[in-house]
């Protein structure tokens, strides 16, 4: 539909947008994408063995704040690093770089549930009426059950002692949040919802329960 180039000159990110297969027009600043880096923020020990997530800047299209973003994410990390749990990310702190937060780094786990079951990446109508998908994973929903995040089957790794383990924590937001600038995976939630409350989690939840032992796609939700 168009082409999108992000460069970098003089420590300043820039991305122009074209309506033409190759090449770029106009360029315009990007807004600042990394945060400043303050005292409450945890520093990775050891950034080069983590999962180093960075702010996606391919996604920019010139009114998100994505520093923002970042700073928000962060914020249900640092909950997650002072109160551990074992179905949710180990997040180890953040990469830093010139006195700005450049990546959120997290534990690195084997494969996601989407990549395990549905390898095929079958939407939900066609995974659903295909053979047994939750022989191995059952549990999946029961231990997930405790936590409160945006739940859908790529959000969840499996590690290497088979627990599954979420992860993607930038549509985390206390309840009342409102949800316009949060990223969410299509089919996964209710487009009406427009603020954060404790009932997306558990709709969200009942969905994948649905994928993974349902027998029609009637009984879905939020759309096949």
Known sequence: MYTRVLFL?????????????????????????????????AIAPNPDQCYIKKPNLTSFD???????L?????????????????????????????????????????????????P????????????????????????????????NPANIMISEDDTPVIIDFDSSSAPGTELDKSKRTYGWFDPHVRVSQKSNDFDALAELRVWLTGSSPAEFQFGW
Do not use: M, W
Request: include cysteine.
């Open 62 to 68: 010139g009114r998100e704040d994505l520093a923002s």
């Open 9 to 41: 000159q003089d420590g300043i990110t820039f991305c122009a947008k074209s309506p033409d297969k190759f090449g770029g027009r106009e360029a315009y600043p990007l807004r600042v994408v990394l945060p400043l880096l303050t005292s409450n923020c």
């Open 70 to 118: 970042v700073l928000q994410e962060l914020a249900t990390c640092e909950i997650i690093r002072k109160q551990p749990h074992r179905n949710i990310a180990t997040y180890h702190g953040c990469q830093a770089s010139d006195g700005r937060i450049i990546g959120l780094c997290f534990e690195r786990y084997r494969e996601n549930l989407t990549d395990i079951i549905n």
């Open 120 to 151: 095929g990446h079958l939407n939900k109508s066609e995974f659903i009426l295909s053979r047994d998908r939750a022989a191995e994973f059952g549990t999946c929903t029961a231990s997930a059950e405790s936590t409160t995040t945006s739940i």
